[in-house]
């Protein structure tokens, strides 16, 4: 089953809106965080690393003040994109880095389902 | 820079045997990794590998490294239609490094 998990899978929003996703890591804690963004047949490019109480890393080229991410707790982070416009439209994927006992190394990373947005 | 580089796209026959392949140039890759991303859905792992294992097989997984040349491979054995997705390689480095990941390979399983 998921072990992480994102909120909402699908949103539509108003040009000049605010949106929030969430990401929680289900059943283990998560220090670090991760959050992508991906266009249609293309890889996931890194926007940002967010580690728990404290701020966000963001990649090069990616606006820290439009796409603000909070991380909270250990298994909780958001990612708000402010006064959005039609081209932030995408599909924003998290992950979160933990172990879950399964086997695997203990950096593995999980993600999560993915959001897509679309703004109009 | 880290790089990562995969064939763009792969098709094969139901019950044929898949191969994907992946190569690096981050001679500190400790950990790869490969992700299978059906349409629309986020990444889900499939298998990975320390970087000190040449093989790991996982039921119809094979991984092969090859680290001397930098290079990975997915075989799937007995493909299914079921297996058509994009498969993502990825590479990092330790404990507190992000993933690369590969340009992905769109497997398509034909009847």
């Known amino acids: 089953g998921a072990v992480v998990s994102q909120h909402p899978s699908w949103v539509i929003c108003k040009s000049g809106t605010s949106v929030k996703i969430e990401c929680r890591s289900l059943?283990?804690?998560?220090?670090?965080m991760f959050w992508y963004r991906q266009f249609p047949k293309q890889s996931l490019m890194l926007m940002a690393t967010?580690?728990?109480?404290?701020?966000?890393?963001?990649e090069q080229g990616v606006e820290k003040d439009k796409f603000l991410i909070n991380h909270a707790s250990l298994t909780l982070s958001t990612l708000t994109v402010t006064s959005a416009h039609p081209e932030d439209s995408s599909f924003y994927i998290c992950?979160?880095?933990?172990?879950?006992?399964?086997?695997?190394?203990?950096?593995?990373?999980?993600f999560g389902e993915g959001s897509w947005l679309t703004v109009v | 820079g880290e790089d990562v580089e995969q064939s763009l796209f792969l098709s094969v026959r139901e019950g044929d045997s898949s191969v994907i392949n992946c190569t690096y140039t981050?001679?500190?890759?400790?950990?790869l990794y490969w992700y299978k991303q059906e349409p629309g859905a986020g990444l889900q792992l499939l298998t990975y590998?320390?970087?000190?294992?040449d093989m790991k097989q996982d039921q119809r997984l094979t991984v092969l490294l090859n680290k001397k040349d930098k290079h990975l491979s997915l075989r799937i054995a007995d493909t299914q239609t079921g297996d058509s997705a994009i498969y993502f390689c990825?590479?990092?480095?330790?404990?507190?490094?992000?993933?690369?990941f590969g340009t992905g390979t769109r497997l398509q399983v034909t009847l």
């Open positions: 992950s979160a880095r933990g172990f879950v006992g399964t086997g695997e190394p203990g950096n593995t990373i999980y």
């Open positions: 059943d283990f804690q998560a220090t670090t």
């Open positions: 967010s580690n728990e109480g404290s701020k966000a890393t963001y």
């Open positions: 981050d001679s500190s890759s400790t950990y």
């Open positions: 590998i320390f970087s000190n294992m």
């Open positions: 990825a590479e990092t480095r330790g404990t507190a490094s992000k993933l690369t």
